[in-house]
């Protein structure tokens, strides 16, 4: 299995203390080919990934995260991925599919489910993207038990606005890049004593942490 998809990887961290997280299965090239067809089959499989999606976001409690095993469309702000309820599915849905065609479609590994995630009101001095938070977030790759290394998960290069800037974004951009806690303990560890200590720094991904190599900003 592919190691950057959440099919992988989850099941790694769910004893720790991260949001609730459900799966619901589907065929992205089937999505694909309903989207340009009228044959009653496609709908029908469509009708009834919607409906369980629908039945897990009640489960979870609105309002959820939607992405999919391999990727979310947050840079879209949250039109791209926030059900705050049952009317916002269809559309945040197919703005997920059509994101992740947009960032996949030349890549062998193909989205497998819809990841649907307890939201996190997180504690962001502003926001970017059309109304998603910037909050303090960083992005760890490991191998194992060992941190490769580190990076803060927002260059002031890759935010973007879809109106006026907020006035003092990048002195905020610049407190949230307050160093994290270094240690060599197993990661996992770590990140359950992060949370112990602080109550906010959750592990809500981890792309690529199996596989990734990086010098940049590394330490042992």
Same mark, same amino acid.
């Given at each position: 299995?592919?190691?950057?998809?959440?099919?992988?990887?989850?099941?790694?961290?769910?004893?720790?203390?991260?949001?609730?997280?459900?799966?619901?299965?589907?065929?992205?090239?089937?999505?694909?080919?309903?989207?340009?067809? #009228? #044959?009653?089959?496609?709908?029908?499989?469509?009708?009834?990934?919607?409906?369980?999606?629908?039945?897990?976001?009640?489960?979870?409690?609105?309002?959820? %995260?939607?992405?999919? #095993?391999?990727?979310?469309?947050?840079?879209?702000?949250?039109?791209?991925?926030? &059900?705050?309820?049952?009317?916002?599915? &269809?559309?945040?849905?197919?703005?997920?599919?059509?994101?992740?065609?947009?960032?996949?479609?030349?890549?062998?590994?193909?989205?497998?489910?819809?990841?649907?995630?307890? %939201?996190?009101?997180?504690?962001?001095?502003?926001?970017?993207?059309?109304?998603?938070?910037? !909050?303090?977030?960083?992005?760890?790759?490991?191998?194992?038990?060992?941190? &490769?290394?580190?990076?803060?998960? @927002?260059?002031?290069?890759?935010? &973007?606005?879809?109106?006026?800037?907020?006035?003092?974004?990048?002195?905020?951009?610049?407190?949230?890049?307050?160093?994290?806690?270094?240690?060599?303990?197993?990661?996992?560890?770590? @990140?359950?004593?992060? @949370?112990?200590? !602080?109550?906010?720094?959750?592990?809500?991904?981890?792309?690529?942490?199996?596989?990734?190599?990086?010098?940049? #900003?590394?330490?042992?």
């Amino acid at each position: 299995m592919d190691t950057n998809s959440a099919l992988y990887w989850l099941p790694r961290i769910e004893h720790l203390a991260i949001p609730k997280t459900r799966f619901v299965a589907y065929d992205h090239a089937r999505w694909l080919e309903a989207a340009e067809s #009228d #044959d009653e089959s496609y709908r029908a499989v469509i009708k009834a990934t919607l409906a369980e999606i629908k039945a897990v976001a009640v489960e979870i409690g609105y309002p959820v %995260f939607l992405r999919t #095993d391999q990727a979310s469309a947050k840079h879209n702000g949250p039109e791209g991925y926030l &059900l705050r309820s049952e009317d916002d599915i &269809l559309r945040v849905v197919w703005n997920t599919v059509e994101d992740n065609e947009m960032k996949l479609w030349m890549s062998p590994e193909q989205p497998q489910a819809f990841m649907l995630r307890e %939201f996190i009101d997180l504690n962001a001095p502003f926001t970017a993207f059309g109304g998603h938070p910037i !909050a303090r977030e960083w992005r760890y790759f490991v191998k194992g038990c060992s941190v &490769l290394c580190r990076h803060f998960y @927002w260059p002031q290069g890759a935010i &973007l606005f879809r109106s006026d800037a907020p006035i003092n974004w990048k002195q905020d951009l610049r407190r949230l890049r307050m160093s994290m806690p270094r240690s060599k303990r197993c990661v996992a560890k770590e @990140w359950h004593r992060l @949370w112990q200590l !602080a109550g906010f720094w959750i592990p809500a991904s981890l792309t690529a942490s199996f596989t990734a190599r990086c010098t940049r #900003d590394s330490f042992r």
